[in-house]
């Protein structure tokens, strides 16, 4: 089940500033992502209706008072598919 929610992109640091505020469709979901020994939980993805050029791997997106590092981006025709693994420590302006 898809929400339509406002997400906060944030750059290549959490601590950046917002670049940019969009819509999209978010949604629980549960899968790993293995990087040599370690494991990182991906618990949301999003859906884009377009291509966003300033998404990048690596990057940090703000959903809410929760910050999440940009894990996996699926790129298809005209809609991106983005992986998110929450934070444990979350930044506190």
Known sequence: M???ISVEI???KPT???IKTISVDCQQFDNIIKI???EFPI???MFTDAIEEILEMNGYIKIKDKEFKIMKI???DNYQ???LYELERQVIE
Do not use: D, S
């Open 2 to 4: 898809y929400r339509n």
């Open 16 to 18: 950046n500033t917002t």
């Open 43 to 45: 618990t949301k993805r």
């Open 81 to 83: 598919e983005v992986w």
């Open 10 to 12: 944030l750059g290549n």
């Open 36 to 38: 040599e020994e370690y």
């Open 74 to 76: 699926k790129e298809y």
